[in-house]
């Protein structure tokens, strides 16, 4: 397939994976269209970035100015909430829903070509112990609520209401899966816990799904009704730093429950390749420092 040229737009460039996502597409030779939401909030420090479009996915007008002579579009805007959320469905779910239903619609009435759109690790207990989860396995809603994990649940019902849309509009819908942020790691090293489970996390290092979305948008081969395309790779609890663990846990390790298995094999077929644990760990802990942030 030959390499997808013209331009293209990233909603939520300003997010942690948007920004991967731009630089990127940026280094493939990509005429790239970024979007914020909020950059009145910005520092000096920060100033340059108010260059960037404002586009609130809320606002259908702001959407179908962004993406205007667009051939694609990269949909990684959604709200991520770190702390307790008191209307889970004005705060999170609604967003997530109405935000991608208007790029989706927006795509449409641009001719857009291509949409990818990032969706979020499946949390489902009635999936078999033991068995690698895939495009099969889509997250259980009811379960979501609830455990009160609003951002999982969001992502489901966009992701959900994207494919209703695409079988209407015949838009070719793209969707991945990544984990939400890296906070757990910034807090573990920051404050510690006063507990741990002693299980695997899943986690993907930001630059490896950059590199992924790009590749499921040139290659274009996902984009029927049941098409997710799940990317993780599993790590014991800081296993990598167990000699600090007894500042990094200031209380005692439980077991946790069944492990479960992501496969990204669809991903590796394309030519993608996650980089080892040691070099994601570390390089995150250098920005860290180097941003001041641990200090």
Same mark, same amino acid.
């Given at each position: ?6 331009? /293209? ?6 997010? @942690? ?23 009145? =909030? ?14 609130? /996915?809320?606002? @259908? ?7 205007? =002579? ?5 949909? /990684? ?16 779910? #609604? ?13 449409? #009435? ?11 690790? =499946? ?28 951002y999982c649940l969001s992502k489901t019902e966009a992701e959900i209401e994207a494919f209703e849309f695409a079988k209407r509009s015949g838009l070719d819908v793209i969707t991945s899966t990544i984990n939400a942020s890296s906070k757990v790691l910034f807090n573990l090293l920051k404050e510690g816990y006063d507990s741990l489970e002693n299980k695997l996390q899943k986690i993907v290092d930001v630059r490896d799904i950059a590199q992924a979305l790009l590749l499921v948008y040139e290659k274009n081969l ?74």
């Amino acid at each position: 397939m030959a390499r997808a040229t013209g331009k /293209v737009c990233v909603i939520g460039a300003d997010g @942690y994976l948007g920004s991967w996502v731009v630089k990127h597409l940026i280094s493939n030779n990509y005429t790239v269209h970024d979007t914020v939401r909020q950059p009145d =909030s910005w520092n000096a420090k920060y100033a340059h970035l108010n260059q960037l479009e404002r586009a609130n /996915v809320l606002d @259908y007008d702001s959407i179908c100015s962004a993406i205007a =002579s667009c051939i694609g579009v990269f949909h /990684v805007a959604s709200p991520v909430p770190s702390t307790i959320v008191p209307n889970p469905q004005e705060e999170v779910i #609604e967003p997530a829903v109405k935000g991608t239903l208007n790029v989706l619609k927006a795509c449409v #009435e641009s001719n857009v070509k291509r949409v990818v759109v990032v969706s979020a690790v =499946s949390l489902n207990t009635r999936w078999p112990v033991g068995q690698i989860k895939d495009e099969a396995c889509r997250s259980d809603k009811e379960y979501c609520a609830a455990t009160k994990n609003w951002y999982c649940l969001s992502k489901t019902e966009a992701e959900i209401e994207a494919f209703e849309f695409a079988k209407r509009s015949g838009l070719d819908v793209i969707t991945s899966t990544i984990n939400a942020s890296s906070k757990v790691l910034f807090n573990l090293l920051k404050e510690g816990y006063d507990s741990l489970e002693n299980k695997l996390q899943k986690i993907v290092d930001v630059r490896d799904i950059a590199q992924a979305l790009l590749l499921v948008y040139e290659k274009n081969l996902y984009v029927t009704s049941s098409s997710l395309l799940y990317m993780a790779w599993d790590f014991s609890c800081m296993i990598f730093f167990f000699v600090i663990l007894n500042h990094l846990c200031n209380g005692s390790f439980s077991e946790g429950g069944e492990e479960d298995t992501i496969s990204s094999e669809k991903l590796q077929r394309l030519g993608w390749s996650y980089r080892p644990l040691e070099e994601t760990l570390v390089d995150s802990i250098e920005s860290y420092k180097k941003a001041g942030i641990l200090d």
